[in-house]
């Protein structure tokens, strides 16, 4: 009924999106398990209508959240609740979409099915790394399926990873406040980075949880509790401190810009020195995701998307300021 | 001087000549025989023409002597004189001569004159004669003519043919060998004969018309037997009534409703009619026995059926009281003219007249509560208003804040989604409104009652959304599909109600009441405490800062109704804004947190308490309890209760703080946060009793 429906709508929210290989749809995936795909050329185009900015087709996906999307050139895949479902971006429009397979790490504990917060692909090695509430980073092979190895360290879940391209080493993110750095031919961890052992960027009332993490080689965004800190990688030194109060969910390196966004309406732009060159409002309270699409077969579309607390994914033609919504 | 005079006395012998000359010479014939001078009969003797000469002579003469006297009197002399005289005297006599001429002239002249009228006048004589003679030809032509075309009466009568005649009559009237013959006697036989049938056929008649006279004596005896009958029967029904009731067959009693029910409007009679129906197929279901007193639903007729009568009074009576109206109107008016006001309240108490009857209906509940409903009919707007009251079996005790939930207004409010009961749902009544400056139905809806929509169902009325209906159409199919489902509704819409109106009691005090069979849903032991529960204004709930999201959605209308309730544990307070949607509990509260606790947590700054709502708005399928669902309130309030005590105990230890965590935790929990957003445990398991994350 309509009531139900509207409070479903106000209490959603979205925790993933990811762009397909064509660069023309946006996959946003919601907490009742539910994935929902637009079309961003519709909506971008100028003939766009109220209908554009509905989703095209939306179909239950996880019995739980799905808290992690990651486009492969063929295929989107999505965790959430301990499963990693696949699914062929080109059938994806197609109603009554089955995934094309599933999987499950193998966890040590029966008790509670831990979630998957955060999956990186590694394209050269075609590797698939998940982790979340285990405390452990398992990787699948993309060609076979199988688990090869799982990396435990973590003493607490982990929330978010980041892939160091150059020697291929994955980082990772967790409850417990440490940077992990992983080795990912040697399989073993390399270095850690305790942040809220530093007193520039720990903020206790906080807590100490690392939520987001985003890497360029020889630096290193993070934040969550403690403050949004830029770190040189070798030296383990946050070299800039970010003034933002409200923890941080999201952050990414764009072009000479740091892109951010958490708890707050806003998307922020930060330089490399540390100053905020930009807040952009969005529309929901709090923003848990953010996805840039820059795939070269569609320029046309090339913009940022926000989506978190609530049923609307915002979309940003021009990072100063906000175009639209999509919204569930 | 001597001849003037003598003129003068000549001419006055003439005319007395003229006239009485006859009676005077008749007596100077008498008395001077042979000594007057007549001059008529010297008239006839001389001659004209011999007279002219004369005339002319003597004129000669004359002209000569006065010539002459001319002369002599010019010379002069004294001779003169007696030459003068001399011709003076001559003169004299030829004047006399002239005299006399004329004289004769004129007698001449009379005689003709007498000649001619008398021929004239014998002229005359004749002609009228032959005038009159011409007359009398043409009065005696007129008169033949008259006779000859004479008809006699006796033709006009169509006597029966010949050959008719001759079969038929007897033949001492037909006589044939003298009729044959003679038509003058034929057509007398004939007359004869005529007179004879007619006389036999008016002795018919007569015999026929008292046969007639006989019978109708007859109906009328009959007639007034049967007449006498009808008390009898009457007197028997009423001698029966005990045994009736004795036996629980009340046939007269819902005879009689039958009775007032034929001058009900069509709409109530649907309504009449398919209530009573349910009502009897109710009681059958419910017990096999024949049908019982106290059915659950019973079916009245209110009101005056007189008036309901007056309203269709014959159209010459009406137009009789319109005059005698009007010419009433025209004397008031003159005295003294109503204001533009009281005419147009006038003219909207006419519009929104009701008619005199209407149904009520009782529908009784499990529990002996009786909803009360009394439906109206507003003839001119063609639709149905309701009013309801809800009585209870036992007194109640109304607690503050559930003031509006039984009350008549508000308790049938969106019985069907959307059904507020306060706008018309005839579009054509838009109309007739703004003849008489009504702006909406909803200034009158607390006198004349609601119109929902299920009511006009009932009635068997349909409205299409699009154009105005001119006229009418009572359907009783669409009431008997709706009878059923909305009597359910009713009796669910008073029953949660009820229920609702014994929780806010106990919820007033501070306890959520939870039935033994919702137990399982919450832990053993809940520390936090309901402090508050009070009604707000939906005023106030729209200016709440945590609420506008809900506002915003749409789902915070003016049918709803709003109460704040408050949560406390320690030095946390928890405000919960609550919706009540009038279709509880098919429709869930909806509640809006707001936490003072370390700071102001809401929806928009706190994930957590963005969960918690989530928890007891979206998931209030599981707290809806056993089948009618009434316990969904308290339900929630009571999780509430459990998740702030969750969400306290959980909260992550400050470093910095100095002194032990305020709320130790109690609960277990497997971990204590999962997810992106670090969410708490906020669902409970039953029976083993930990929390866990959905």
């Not at chain 2, 005289?85 to 007698?107: G, P, W, Y």
């Given at each position: ?7 479903q709508r106000?209490?959603m929210?979205i925790f ?11 996959a946003a995936g919601n907490n009742y398990g539910q994935i929902a795909i ?17 989703p095209?087709v939306t179909f239950q996906a996880h019995d739980g959240p799905v ?11 999505s965790?959430g ?230 049923c ?16 569930f | ?694």
């Open positions: 009924m309509e009531v139900f429906q509207a409070l106000l209490h929210t993933s999106q990811s762009v397909s290989p064509c660069g023309k749809f946006l637009f079309s961003l050329s519709a909506a971008l185009s100028s003939e766009a209508k109220e209908e554009s900015k509905k095209m808290y992690s999307m990651v486009s492969t050139d063929r295929h989107l895949l965790a609740d301990g499963e990693v479902k696949a699914w062929l971006w080109a059938e994806i429009l197609k109603k009554g979409c089955k995934e094309l397979w599933r999987r499950q790490p193998p966890y040590r504990t029966s008790l509670e099915v831990p979630e998957i917060n955060a999956l990186l692909l590694v394209p050269k090695e075609n590797l698939l790394i998940l982790a979340g509430g285990d405390c452990q980073l398992h990787a699948m092979d993309l060609e076979t399926g199988t688990f090869m190895w799982a990396l435990r360290g973590h003493t607490d879940y982990i929330h978010c990873l980041a892939l160091r391209e150059r020697s291929p080493e994955v980082l990772s993110g967790g409850e417990d406040g440490a940077v992990r750095l992983w080795d990912l031919r040697t399989a073993k961890e390399v270095q850690t980075i305790e942040v809220y052992k530093h007193e520039e960027c720990s903020r206790p009332h906080n807590g100490r949880w690392i939520g987001c993490l985003a890497t360029d080689s020889d630096w290193m965004v993070c934040g969550g509790g403690p403050a949004l800190t830029l770190w040189h990688l070798r030296s383990s030194t946050p070299t800039t401190i970010f003034p933002m109060r409200a923890p941080q969910k999201h952050v990414t390196f764009y072009q000479d810009l740091i892109l951010s966004a958490g708890q707050g309406r806003c998307v922020n732009q930060w330089q490399l020195s540390g100053e905020l060159k930009a807040q952009v409002p969005g529309s929901s309270p709090g923003l848990l995701s953010l996805s840039l699409n820059q795939q070269p077969a569609a320029p046309e579309c090339k913009v940022l998307t926000a989506a978190g607390n609530s609307r994914v915002d979309v940003f033609t021009n990072l100063g300021y906000r175009a639209f919504s999509l919204s | 001087m001597s001849s003037e005079s003598s003129k003068k006395r000549k001419p006055k012998v003439i005319r007395s000549d003229g006239a009485p000359a006859e009676g005077k010479r008749t007596r100077s014939d008498t008395e001077q025989e042979g000594k007057c001078y007549s001059e008529e009969a010297e008239v006839d003797l001389r001659d004209p023409g011999r007279d002219y000469e004369l005339y002319k002579y003597t004129c000669q003469e004359l002209q000569r002597l006065m010539a002459e006297i001319q002369d002599l009197k010019s010379r002069g002399g004294k001779d003169a004189a007696v030459e003068i005289e001399d011709r003076r005297i001559q003169s004299c006599v030829h004047f006399m001569t002239l005299k006399k001429l004329n004289r004769l002239a004129h007698i001449r002249l009379k005689k003709g004159r007498d000649q001619t009228h008398e021929a004239k006048q014998k002229v005359d004589a004749y002609h009228l004669q032959l005038q009159n003679l011409l007359y009398e030809v043409m009065h005696l032509q007129k008169e033949i003519t008259k006779c000859l075309e004479f008809k006699s009466k006796h033709e006009e009568i169509d006597l029966v043919s010949l050959e008719e005649f001759y079969k038929e009559a007897p033949p001492d009237i037909s006589k044939a060998e003298v009729t044959m013959g003679d038509p003058h006697q034929q057509t007398l036989a004939r007359l004869d004969w005529e007179l004879e049938q007619r006389k036999r056929l008016a002795e018919k008649y007569r015999e026929c018309l008292s046969n007639k006279e006989k019978i109708l004596k007859e109906i009328e005896v009959k007639k007034e037997y049967l007449s006498s009958l009808q008390p009898r029967l009457n007197s028997i029904m009423q001698a029966s009534l005990p045994v009736q009731e004795y036996l629980f067959m009340p046939f007269d009693q819902a005879h009689k409703q039958y009775e007032t029910a034929r001058h009900l409007p069509p709409p109530l009679y649907v309504l009449f009619v398919q209530a009573t129906a349910y009502g009897q197929a109710c009681a059958h279901r419910k017990s096999s026995q024949p049908p019982r007193q106290d059915k659950m639903l019973s079916v009245a007729i209110e009101g005056s059926v007189d008036e309901a009568k007056a309203l269709f009074k014959p159209p010459e009576d009406s137009q009789d009281d319109e005059s005698d109206s009007d010419a009433e109107e025209e004397q008031t008016t003159k005295r003294r003219r109503p204001t533009l006001g009281v005419q147009l309240d006038d003219k909207r108490k006419e519009m929104l007249k009701r008619h005199p009857l209407s149904v009520l209906l009782d529908l009784k509940c499990k529990d002996d509560s009786v909803l009360h409903l009394t439906f109206y009919y507003l003839m001119n707007l063609n639709i149905m208003t309701v009013k309801a009251k809800v009585t209870t079996a036992t007194e109640l005790i109304t607690p503050i804040s559930a003031g509006d939930l039984l009350s008549p207004d508000s308790v049938l409010s969106c019985l069907y989604p959307g059904d507020h009961g306060k706008k018309t749902p005839n579009p054509a009544n838009q109309y007739q409104f703004d003849k008489v400056g009504i702006l909406t139905l909803r200034d009158y809806v607390l006198d004349l009652g609601h119109p929902y929509l299920w009511v006009q169902k009932l009635g068997g009325l349909h409205f299409p959304k699009e154009q105005p209906q001119h006229t009418v159409i009572t359907d009783h199919s669409l009431s008997a599909s709706h009878m059923e489902t909305t009597m359910k509704l009713l009796k669910t819409r008073v029953q949660s109600r009820l229920a609702l109106h014994k929780q806010f009691a106990s919820l007033e005090h501070g306890i959520v009441p939870v039935t033994s069979d919702c137990h399982y849903l919450f832990p053993a032991k809940v520390v936090s405490r309901l402090v508050k529960w009070v009604t707000i204004a939906h005023e106030d709930y729209t200016e709440l800062h945590f609420t506008k999201d809900i506002v915003e959605a749409g789902l915070a209308g003016d049918t709803n109704l709003y109460y704040m309730a408050l949560v406390e544990r320690g030095t946390a307070k928890l405000q919960a804004a609550v919706v009540l949607n009038p279709g509880y509990s098919s429709i869930p509260p909806i509640f809006q947190l707001c936490l003072n606790w370390k700071g102001e947590k809401t929806n928009n700054n706190d994930d957590n308490i963005r969960a918690m709502e989530s928890e007891v708005n979206v998931c209030f399928k599981e707290l809806c309890g056993p089948r009618p669902g009434h316990q969904l309130l308290t339900n929630q309030l009571q999780r509430l209760c459990v998740l702030l005590d969750v969400y306290l105990e959980t909260e992550s230890h400050d470093d910095s703080v100095e002194g032990p965590k305020e709320f130790p935790q109690e609960k277990m929990c497997l971990r204590l946060f999962r997810g992106p957003s670090r969410m708490k445990p906020f669902k409970y398991n039953h029976p083993q009793g930990f929390f866990s994350h959905r």
